[in-house]
């Protein structure tokens, strides 16, 4: 059994589709999200603290939109700086800016007596104006290399080809797969 | 005596500036900063967090600034938002936005077995390009109501007249005075 600590049941449901051979389970419990540079930072600190109240195997997950030109900005805030700007302000702050390159990071930390990580990246760029209606949050504004669409205009399925998110469920797997978990 | 927790040699020379009355001493130790939406529950973690490793009163401070058309970014990921976009990503972002309200906030915790806070605010709103070479941070394009200037053009001494840090300084001395510490 693996434990799955998050309040968003968005996140839940991705998760409970991608892993259905996996015995799960959601714990809806907040932790602290320190601020720091990097999601590796902020969910070893989470761990680190759910380690002390959660007994068995658990995992947390967090994501985030890093743009090159920007030193990485939103980065680790990158839901603070949506709910606060939105895609609206991050278009402003890359006008005129030439480079364009952003990726997409997905951090799955797991807690089975020691600390593993699982990061997927999805390597992309900042669309000119916002494009299409699918997805949530920056998908309109963001393109994944090979592709002219963003995010925003495509099915569920074409995304999850590409999706940060799918690449760190895989490396996940693909531990639980060898470690007989 | 007071200990002051900063790693930050600037913030503790403008409080013995202001505190020299009082035997205060400085420790430069790190502590986590969550991830929330005001100072306040920032600084109530970072006090709880302390409390457990050090003995006697102790406080700690934290700023940010506050533009209401943003729904209060860059608030409290002040520093992280300068670091990255810095002023010339927020007149961006601004650009052509004709509600230019702002305020700066400061927030001083204070632990003596119980947790107290000190509030500061200076009102003031966003410049429409960077004016004047003192200061730092957000200095530049800041202008405090009742002034032309923005406070990176002025002197420290006509600063610190609207400065949101002073008037928490100045709460947290009339606290010391009537609880006799």
């Not at 999200?33 to 761990?47: C, M, R, T």
């Not at 998908?139 to 090979?146: E, L, S, T, V, Y």
């Amino acid at each position: 059994m693996i434990y799955f600590i998050t309040t968003n049941k968005g996140k839940w449901k991705e998760f409970q589709e991608e892993m259905n051979k996996y015995e799960m389970e959601r714990i809806s419990m907040e932790y602290p999200e320190i601020q720091a540079d990097s999601l590796k930072e902020v969910a070893l600190y989470g761990l680190q603290y759910l380690a002390k109240k959660i007994d068995g195997i658990f995992m947390i997950e967090d994501s985030g939109l890093f743009i090159k030109a920007l030193k990485g900005f939103p980065g680790v805030y990158s839901s603070y700086v949506f709910k606060t700007i939105g895609n609206e302000g991050i278009l402003k702050i890359m006008q005129g800016v030439e480079e364009r390159k952003a990726s997409f990071h997905s951090l799955i930390a797991l807690y089975d007596g020691k600390e593993h990580f699982f990061e997927g990246i999805c390597n992309g760029r900042i669309a000119n104006e916002q494009r299409g209606k699918g997805g949530f949050g920056y998908d309109p504004i963001f393109i994944p290399n090979g592709c002219k669409k963003t995010f925003a205009e495509m099915e569920t399925k074409e995304k999850n080809k590409y999706s940060h998110r799918g690449k760190a469920i895989g490396k996940l797997k693909n531990y639980l797969k060898t470690s007989n978990k």
